[in-house]
Nanobody
Framework: QVQLVESGGGLVQAGGSLRLSCAAS????????MGWFRQAPGKEREFVAA????????YYVDSVKGRFTISRDNAKNTVYLQMNSLKPEDTAAYYC???????????????????WGQGTAVTVSS
């Protein structure tokens, strides 16, 4: 099992940057594919980015390509989401997730992930 704790959310002006972190417990972090999702008020949870076990592959939803970067440090049991050029439409609660369904697999569907953090709020003002 793995437990996930996100941090780094906050209030930022449009065009600004934030870096989200997701710290994982357990000694098997490197065996999990990781993902970031977000959920805006009144909307369904949306896939944002995913990364394989060694960071060799990443994938992004079109709306964040070129602005967000997912990365991981297996020595620190942490996955990151660097968010640049933030827009008001990026406002949401951001969740990290872990999947044991194949460390080399990019997963974009929420049901594929068995472990979730509690979320961290990001608000982008115009």
């Amino acid at each position: 099992q793995v437990q996930l704790v996100e941090s780094g959310g906050g209030l930022v002006q449009a065009g600004g940057s934030l870096r989200l972190s997701c710290a994982a417990s357990g000694r098997t972090f490197s065996t999990y594919s990781m993902g970031w999702f977000r959920q805006a008020p009144g909307k369904e949870r949306e896939f944002v980015a995913a990364i394989t076990w060694n960071g060799g592959r990443t994938y992004y939803v079109d709306s964040v390509k070129g602005r967000f970067t997912i990365s991981r440090d297996n020595a620190k049991n942490t996955v990151y989401l660097q968010m640049n050029s933030l827009k008001p439409e990026d406002t949401a609660a951001y969740y990290c997730a872990a999947s044991s369904h194949g460390p080399s697999t990019i997963l974009t569907m929420a049901p594929s992930y068995g472990y979730w953090g509690q979320g961290t709020a990001v608000t982008v003002s115009s």
